[in-house]
């Protein structure tokens, strides 16, 4: 069996008396999609924070290939190799397609804002950003600006600038949120190919894509993963029909 990329081991955070993640230990292996499910309020949002740093636990640690990075910065855990798109996006709307993904790239490199305009003109840079819009397909478009960009293809652009890191691993909070049908469709096919290059832990209410994509899945419920298992699995799980997926499973 594979050594996994990404693991949480017993992670803990409380705010005040709520427990938002009650012991949680998940891990993510290579090749994998593991997505996290759960009721509104289950802590997911709570456990992906912990994981990219944005969020100290009271106890635990998350292990990026092997080595404890609990204590790294944000900053540091993307150099390391960790990769994340946001639930709310975080692209810069009046800048173009290739300039947000430049500025990708300018991260991945540790470089700070106020190499922007240089960084603008930097060969390297500019190729990684390039690279990284032809994976998503978006180099037609690199001159557009983001503003204009419907809101499947900003979700493929944010894939691309966390794609500028040469990510070891995807940390995914909700891409298909705000997806009509079409766009989750071709977006859950491109996810589906990316597994292969990083693996991607997921966190999605779009259960469609979940079954569709995930090769586990963990529940999480007031804080605590109730099941971890195959789509088949979970679908078939009794407590998980009762805590969540009722009728959709
Ligand atoms: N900074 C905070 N201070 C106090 N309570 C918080 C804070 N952040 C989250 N919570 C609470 O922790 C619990 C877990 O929240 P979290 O946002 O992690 O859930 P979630 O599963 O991501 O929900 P959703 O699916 O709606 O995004 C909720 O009860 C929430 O109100």
Known sequence: MSD?????????????????TDNVSIDLKPGEI???IG???AGKSTLIQQICGGLRPDSGQVLLCGQDVSGHSTQARAQAGLGRTFQISQLCMEDTVLENAILGAMGAEGLAWRFWQPALKRPELRDRAEAALERVGLSDDRDICCANLS???????EVAVALTL?????VMDEPMAGLGAGGSKRLTGFLDGLRVEA???????DMDAVFALADRISVLVYGKV??????????A????RDAYLGDAA
């Open 4 to 20: 996994p990329v990404l693991a949480t081991l017993n992670l803990n955070k409380s705010f005040g008396a709520l427990k938002a």
């Open 34 to 36: 593991h997505a996290i």
């Open 39 to 41: 009721p509104n309020g």
């Open 151 to 157: 809101h499947g293809q900003r979700r493929q652009l």
């Open 166 to 170: 040469s990510p070891r691993v995807f």
């Open 199 to 205: 693996p991607i832990l997921l966190v999605e209410h």
């Open 226 to 235: 109730i099941a971890t298992g195959t789509a088949d699995e979970i679908r």
């Open 237 to 240: 799980s009794t407590e998980v």
